[in-house]
């Protein structure tokens, strides 16, 4: 259901795992190595939802990770979402 409304496989696995896990904090690659897609995509989708403010970045020594912004203005919408779909397919 969920890839009806959000079209980017990507953008569906990146906002997937931020409401299952939403104080999880990563770098690119490693969200590349969960999702199991290429990091210039994961970072290319980062960029486009950080820019609307789904996600925020952070610096930790020199890496930077980043993390979904739970005061995001339709995060728990987005997140029950997920989550309703989600338990439907196990």
């Given at each position: 259901m969920l890839q009806y409304f959000i079209t980017s496989k990507t953008r569906r696995k990146i906002i997937t795992m931020y409401s299952k896990y939403p104080d999880?904090?990563?770098?690119?690659r490693g969200l590349a190595k969960i999702t199991k897609e290429d990091p210039g995509n994961i970072s290319r989708e980062l960029?486009?939802?950080e820019k609307i403010g789904y996600v925020k970045s952070y610096k930790e020594?020199?890496?930077k990770v980043y993390g979904?912004?739970?005061n995001f203005i339709?995060?728990?919408e987005l997140q029950n979402m997920?989550?309703?779909t989600s338990h439907k397919r196990k």
């Open positions: 999880y904090r990563v770098h690119i960029v486009r939802l020594a020199n890496t979904v912004n739970q339709i995060f728990k997920v989550l309703k």
